[in-house]
């Protein structure tokens, strides 16, 4: 066969290939709905919130590309379950006047709830139906909103230079904290036109980064400070990190102060970049997985943090126009909804889900005290969107049962994927509630990959910015340009910025 037929024949080959390495509309609606089902600690659910945003609702999301806050007219439909999460975690909380968690419960980290604000935050913003229509003295969103935001600045401890505690009970840093943290920080600093609020979040990163990040490996640490530190590079603390950052990015980028803020902008667009460069070298492209932590193959692969990662590397190249890593994004994106069979991966020793914690667990018992480890530092200047109550006495009526609630997926869903289990569910993942051992199930896996076709979705939608690459081909020098979906699969992808 003739050389330029060939490649031809190559890449039309590789073009039908790609075609079916993309999850259908009813699978990732599959995902969701297992998502829906099975997140129920406080993290969970505020990762949920932002997945489906992002996925259900673009137009309400901070990568939307559009000027923040949100203008109207607001979808509530596609919007409906994130509402609800607002809506039962609200509903649920204590009624006590003061600077509290929006959910509190006992043993939790002081920074999980937070990121369920963004959600409290969209359903203040957008006039959903509060939890308790009619009664005035009645916790409010705003008002929610506005304790947990007291609660953060003001309870929670801190390092000595100012690093806000992940942890009630003692000071310590956490990658994760940086997802869960400063983006709600951000969002409410632009909902309420407080520019000192997008400021602190962007500290808030600095700070964390200075603990955590390791210049030598370009990875960030999972754990420092206090009892039972994880020094090691936990690759969906990575993650976490970056996919927090670019939240904060895009709340600055959109948001009336984005002229003021180009230095952290750019900062963090680089700490995003280095987070980067330091897990790629890392991936095994055989089967296009990290390991557990990043550098430790005796770990274990995992999906989770796999799926995260392609989704910071669509989002810096809307945001940033930052390409490099695009084509490994590709390729784990491709891997992860190819076909195959999900039980060569093994189900591991973690449980899942867990089947014992539920909205009516929350802790009624108000604010926690700081700890002796650490001193409550002072707040930061915020605004409340909208007043809020200061009645600290009132009965509230019961919550209502959720009225978005989906069905199960059919069993069948997954059948023929290489990384779901027929019902959807995403493998194989580090255990939700223990991060050194494979798990059976994670909702937060399932939010990474709603987040991960979000943003390729968009990235797409946007005209693949940086999916053309160059390769040269054998001894002659000759280049071929090619676009995403081809040079992909037949030519490894081209690498650049």
């Keep these: 066969m003739p050389p330029l037929a060939r490649v031809v024949l190559l890449l039309t080959l590789a073009a039908?290939?790609?075609?079916?390495?993309n999850l259908t509309d009813a699978q990732v609606q599959a995902v969701q709905d297992e998502l829906w089902l099975g997140a129920q600690q406080t993290w969970e659910l505020g990762t949920e919130g932002e997945a489906l945003t992002e996925y259900d609702a673009p137009s309400l999301s901070v990568f939307a590309n559009a000027s923040l806050p949100p203008s109207p007219p607001y979808n509530l439909t596609a919007l409906a379950p994130v509402l609800q999460i607002a809506r039962n975690v609200v509903g649920s909380r204590s009624n006590s006047s003061q600077p509290q968690p929006l959910w509190n419960v006992s043993g939790g980290a002081a920074g999980d709830p937070v990121s369920i604000g963004q959600a409290v935050l969209l359903a203040n913003w957008t006039g959903a139906p509060e939890p308790y229509p009619g009664v005035d003295s009645a916790v409010t969103y705003a008002r929610a909103a506005t304790e947990q935001l007291e609660y953060t600045l003001q309870v929670v401890p801190r390092t000595s230079n100012g690093a806000i505690s992940h942890r009630i009970e003692q000071v310590q840093l956490w990658a994760d904290s940086v997802y869960m943290v400063p983006p709600f920080l951000a969002y409410y600093?632009?909902?309420t036109g407080n520019q000192s609020l997008l400021s602190e979040a962007y500290t808030q990163i600095k700070l964390y980064r200075g603990y955590l990040y390791d210049s030598k490996a370009s990875l960030w640490q999972h754990i420092l400070l206090g009892e039972n530190d994880d020094p090691g590079f936990w690759s969906t603390g990575n993650g976490w990190a970056a996919a927090g950052m670019l939240r904060v990015l895009a709340t600055i980028k959109y948001s009336p102060w984005a002229s003021d803020m180009k230095g952290e902008m750019n900062d963090l667009t680089s700490w995003v970049r280095e987070i980067q460069d330091g897990m790629y070298p890392h991936l095994q492209t055989k089967v296009s997985l990290f390991h557990n932590y990043a550098n430790e193959t005796a770990t274990f692969l995992d999906a989770s943090s796999t799926a995260l990662l392609a989704a910071t590397v669509y989002r810096v190249a809307l945001l940033a126009g930052v390409h490099t890593h695009l084509p490994l994004a590709e390729q784990c994106r491709r891997a992860l909804s190819g076909a195959g069979a999900p039980d060569v991966w093994?189900?591991?020793n973690g449980v899942g889900p867990a089947s014992t914690a539920s909205f009516a667990s929350a802790s009624a018992s108000g604010s926690a005290s700081a700890s002796s480890n650490g001193t409550a530092a002072s707040s930061t200047p915020y605004n409340a969107s909208s007043p809020t109550s200061s009645a600290s006495t009132a009965t509230a009526p019961a919550v209502s049962v959720s009225s978005y609630y989906p069905a199960a997926p059919a069993a069948s869903a997954g059948a023929g994927l290489a990384h779901f289990a027929p019902?959807?569910?995403?493998?194989?993942?580090?255990d939700p509630y223990d991060w050194s051992v494979q798990g059976g199930s994670s909702p937060e896996g399932q939010a990474f990959v709603v987040e991960m076709y979000a943003a390729w979705?968009?990235?797409v939608e946007a005209g693949a910015p940086g999916a053309s690459a160059a390769r040269r081909l054998g001894v002659s020098?000759?280049?071929?340009?090619?676009?995403?979906?081809?040079v992909g699969v037949v030519m490894g992808w081209g690498v650049g910025v």
Aim: net charge positive; no cysteine; aromatic share 12%.
């Design 457 to 459: 979705r968009d990235w």
């Design 477 to 486: 020098g000759r280049w071929v340009w090619a676009g995403v979906g081809v």
């Design 346 to 348: 093994g189900t591991g």
């Design 16 to 21: 039908a290939s790609a075609r079916a390495q």
């Design 423 to 430: 019902g959807m569910w995403l493998t194989p993942v580090v």
């Design 189 to 191: 600093g632009v909902v």
